[in-house]
């Protein structure tokens, strides 16, 4: 497995390689133009042989996605990655998605939540960076993953009694346009949380901005 310098898991494992969403702040299309995973970005790729590395014996949490969306994942390597984390239940695993409504249609978070071979140890959460209320509730998203925060955000319609965290983080690199996150952006989403009892984890980009109201909850495959 891949150390990682994402400060809410330890380390990542991609079994998938493109995404689609064609995000103008992507750090992940940056690293595969850098190191040529695969030609296209914006056509995924499976590489099912990388989970075999959940076979390790020390016990991690997992991001199996930073190099893609699950959304954008066909229904096959979805099935296979499901079986790897069955049989390595000693990970907590972490999945991210922009399109909780692509992966509802596909029944896919039906699958994950409420069939008998869903995992205990998966947590799926959804991204978020602009105001915009979903179309769908409930959400049935284990957290949120508000990074880079663009723009002043509201939580409120995205919270249901699934929801446990909030993860929240400035947009790093040398983007010409590049956002840099106003405290009091930060203080709304963290009063909203608060009054539904949802944790708040701070990135390490945010402590600068936040100074001595920088916060770092316990994450949910931490307990």
């Known amino acids: 497995m891949k150390k990682t310098k994402i400060d809410w898991c330890d380390c990542t494992v991609n079994p998938v390689v493109g995404c689609k969403n064609g995000c103008e702040y992507c750090y992940a299309k940056k690293i595969n133009d850098r190191f040529k995973f695969i030609p296209d ?9 990388r989970l075999k590395q959940f076979e390790s014996e020390a016990t991690k949490s997992v991001f199996i996605d930073s190099m893609s969306d699950i959304a954008n994942w066909k229904q096959a390597w979805f099935d296979e990655t499901m079986e790897a984390i ?4 000693q990970h ?3 999945a991210l998605t922009k399109n909780v409504a692509e992966l509802r249609e596909r029944q896919w978070l039906y699958f994950c939540k409420y069939t008998k071979v869903q995992p205990h140890n998966l947590f799926v959460g959804m991204t978020i960076t602009q105001n915009g209320h979903p179309s769908l509730k409930p959400l049935n998203v284990d957290f949120l993953s508000i990074e880079p925060l663009l723009e002043p955000i509201d ?13 929240i983080g400035a947009e790093t690199g040398n983007r010409k346009q ?9 203080e709304d989403i963290v009063d ?20 001595e109201d ?8 931490q307990h």
């Open 214 to 221: 920088f916060r770092q909850d316990k994450l949910p495959w």
């Open 178 to 186: 590049k956002v840099i996150p106003k405290k009091q952006w930060v």
């Open 41 to 49: 970005f914006k056509k995924p790729q499976f590489f099912p042989e």
């Open 92 to 94: 907590k695993y972490i």
């Open 192 to 211: 909203a949380a608060t009054i539904y009892g949802v944790g708040i984890f701070m990135k390490e980009s945010l402590r600068g901005i936040m100074g």
């Open 86 to 89: 069955h049989n390595n239940p």
């Open 155 to 167: 939580i409120i319609p995205y919270i249901d009694p699934v929801l446990k965290t909030v993860i």
